[in-house]
């Protein structure tokens, strides 16, 4: 039997009837029609689904629609300012940190929140964070450098 569950994606409400074992991940990419989460492993394992849910990077594959009620879901769509990149975006085109391009939603969500967390951060603490999020293409360091090149620079000269 569906229940309702009432949440904000992207900074606009939904209300929808889901399946008690429907998860994040399907109400996004099949009822919302957001496929900028990617479906990877299903297991919570690689990362490609990480969406922010209240601020919190997490794996929507592995929470239940129904744990989103009242809460704030930001995808990979929610992140740019209509066809202005985010600056995190922005960087990693810069930095080459896009390869295939399955993990980057996930990657830029994740970098994002570790940012928002700590603005001045350090290439381990970036690799810390993003230990979640498998990339067979780049080998990290592009994705690691895009990232820093967002956070908060100190002071050059003792300024």
Known sequence: MKRFVSLTVNGRRYELAVAPN????????????????????????CGACA???DGT??????????????????????VARGSELD???????????VQCGYCTPGMILVGKAHLAARPRTTA??????ISGNLCRCTG????????????ERPEE???
């Open 22 to 45: 429907r998860t994040l991940l399907e109400l996004l990419r099949e009822d919302l029609g957001l496929t900028g989460t990617k479906h990877g492993c299903g297991e919570g394992d």
């Open 51 to 53: 969406v922010l849910l």
């Open 57 to 78: 990077p997490v794996n929507s594959c592995l929470v239940l629609a129904l744990e989103a009620e009242g809460r704030e879901v930001t995808t990979i769509e929610g």
């Open 87 to 97: 600056p995190l975006q922005q960087a990693f085109v810069e930095h080459g940190a």
């Open 124 to 129: 381990g603490e970036v690799r810390r964070a």
């Open 140 to 151: 990290y360091q592009k994705i690691v450098e895009a990232i820093l090149a967002c956070g």
């Open 157 to 159: 000269g003792g300024r």
